[in-house]
Nanobody
């Protein structure tokens, strides 16, 4: 069983930066692929980024490539999402996910093993 708790969301002006954190519980955290999804009001949930259990592989959605970076620290049971050059269209609730298979997270179709409750990011213009 893995529990995920996101933090770091908030209000930021366009062009600013935020770093989201996702703290995971459980001794098997390092064996899971991790990822971030987001859902804006009135829109469908979308894939943002994924990282393999070792951190050796990452994948970012085209909409955030070059601006967002996913990373992890298995010693701290934590995954991060560094968000730079934020835009108003990045406004959404951001969710942390965990799954045994990296390809499942990258596929972005949902069905991951574990989800956090989300943290709200609001980017003002």
């Amino acid at each position: 069983q893995v529990q995920l708790v996101e933090s770091g969301g908030g209000l930021v002006q366009a062009g600013g930066s935020l770093r989201l954190s996702c703290a995971g519980s459980g001794r098997t955290f390092s064996s899971y692929a991790m990822g971030w999804f987001r859902q804006a009001a009135g829109k469908e949930r979308e894939f943002v980024a994924a990282i393999s259990w070792s951190g050796g592989s990452t994948n970012h959605a085209d909409s955030v490539k070059g601006r967002f970076t996913i990373s992890r620290d298995n010693a701290k049971n934590t995954v991060y999402l560094q968000m730079n050059s934020l835009k108003p269209e990045d406004t959404a609730v951001y969710y942390c996910v965990a799954d045994k298979f990296y390809r499942t997270v990258v596929a972005g179709t949902g069905g991951m093993d574990y989800w956090g409750k989300g943290t709200l990011v609001t980017v003002s213009s």
